[in-house]
């Protein structure tokens, strides 16, 4: 590779080296003619570009020519700073998503669990208002049925019983419902229903110790406990409402470019969603 080829520059103090491709990205932003040599203001000083700029945010900008997105951190705030920095590039297109920061900010996710004691069962319905959540979470959650006799809310996992995978009531993409604990069957028999919750891989029957395992498993994926409350104290119904930042996905800037073409780049914008 020609040493022409790769480019460094100096921005703000803070080095980058990159291919003079990406930076001509952009045909008519200031990176492109600063390669062409037909920008002045970009000093070419012992073989690296001085750039008087922000080098913590040009490293975005770096990162915007090289994957055609825009993705920043949950806890970014600086969308001005970033949007004049693109300005002053002049990469446009990335300053036309900035100045919509609605896209960008990472949105407030809220779930609900409401549990309830009845006699010898428990019983819960989790709500969110991010269906791929609900979706993730519903495969963490396994219910496991079987037959015993005389044995109540206490009793340990029985390893000598066959128990029966059960699949989760799904009223909607929102939400899921399932039970455990032991109602009667016939005789001395019981219904007994354990639940597992990845990655622990206990069975537990007492509603108390799933709850706790449930509360422990969501806030250790990112959510906080921000309030709780009865729903209505006849059934003595508890809800336990959860909320975290979810990401916002990336955005795609899909350029359009013509052979022959003043290099003028024609954006436009595209959803692009990532994993959480």
């Known amino acids: 590779m020609s040493s022409r080829e790769v480019i460094v520059l100096s921005v703000g103090g803070v080095r980058f080296v990159t ?18 040599d037909s920008d002045r203001e970009f000093k070419l000083v012992n073989g690296e570009f001085f750039v008087d700029r922000d080098g913590a945010l040009f490293s975005y900008i770096m990162d915007f020519l090289r994957t055609l997105q825009v993705s920043l951190p949950a806890d970014f705030s600086d969308y001005q700073r970033l949007q004049r920095e693109a300005e002053f590039y002049g990469l446009y297109p990335l300053a036309h998503v900035l100045s919509q920061e609605h896209l960008l900010k990472p949105k407030p ?12 069962q428990a019983f819960f319905r989790i ?32 390893s000598q019983k066959t128990l029966i995978p059960l699949p989760l009531e799904r009223p909607s993409h929102h939400d899921m419902v399932f039970k455990c604990g032991t109602e009667y069957s016939a005789g001395d ?11 622990d891989n ?17 806030l250790k994926d990112g959510f906080r ?30 350029v359009n ?19 959480k």
Not at 27 to 33: H, M, Q, T
Not at 109 to 120: A, W
Not at 225 to 254: D, Q, W
């Open 225 to 254: 406990l921000i309030s709780t409350r009865t729903v209505t104290s006849e059934e003595k119904v508890e809800c336990y409402t959860f909320e975290r930042m979810k990401r916002a996905g990336g955005l795609a800037i899909m």
């Open 19 to 36: 291919r003079a491709s990406t930076l001509q990205q952009f045909p008519e932003s200031r990176l492109a003619r600063m390669v062409n």
């Open 109 to 120: 996710e809220v779930l609900e669990v409401h549990f309830s004691l009845q006699e010898m």
């Open 127 to 158: 709500f969110g208002s991010c269906s791929s959540t609900i979706e993730a979470l519903a495969e963490q959650i396994t219910v496991f049925t079987g037959q015993q006799s005389g044995q109540g809310w206490n009793s340990p996992f029985p």
């Open 257 to 275: 470019q013509t052979p022959g073409s003043s290099g003028v780049a024609q954006a436009r914008r595209s959803q692009v969603q990532k994993g």
């Open 202 to 218: 206990r069975k537990l029957i007492n509603g108390t110790n799933v709850l706790g395992l449930l509360l422990d498993t969501l």
């Open 189 to 199: 028999q019981f219904v007994a229903r354990y639940v597992s919750i990845k990655p």
